[in-house]
């Protein structure tokens, strides 16, 4: 089991960049896929990025939602148990609450895949 804090979570203007980190505890963190997800108000959780525990020579272990392709990098370390959400060219469509979970399964991008969800932390962009 891993357990998932967020922070990063902030104000700021559309086009501007924040740097969302998922810390993790437990010694298997290396063994997970870790998921972003986000929720604005009235609206569902919704899938934006993963980085799986694997990675192959053609396939570096991410994916991305459409709306963030190409502004959104997710990364991992995990020396340091951390998973990075770094967001560029934000819109004021991307304001939500933003959640990482973890996941055994190796491909999934599907909610119902990840648990140990963190409290999340807001981000708020402004027009």
């Known amino acids: 089991q891993v357990q998932l804090v967020e922070s990063g979570g902030g104000l700021v203007q559309a086009g501007g960049s924040l740097r969302l980190s998922c810390a993790a505890s437990g010694r298997t963190f290396s063994s997970y896929s870790v998921g972003w997800f986000r929720q604005a108000p009235g609206k569902e959780r919704e899938f934006v990025a993963v980085i799986r525990w694997w990675s192959g020579d053609s396939d570096d272990g991410t994916d991305y939602a459409d709306p963030v392709k190409g502004r959104f990098t997710i990364s991992r370390d995990n020396a340091k148990n951390t998973v990075v959400l770094q967001m560029n060219s934000l819109k004021p469509e991307d304001t939500a609450i933003y959640y990482c979970?973890?996941?055994?399964?190796?491909?999934?991008?599907?909610?119902?895949?990840?648990?140990?969800w963190g409290q999340g932390t807001q981000v708020t962009v402004s027009s």
């Open positions: 979970g973890a996941s055994l399964y190796g491909t999934t991008t599907r909610r119902a895949d990840f648990g140990s």
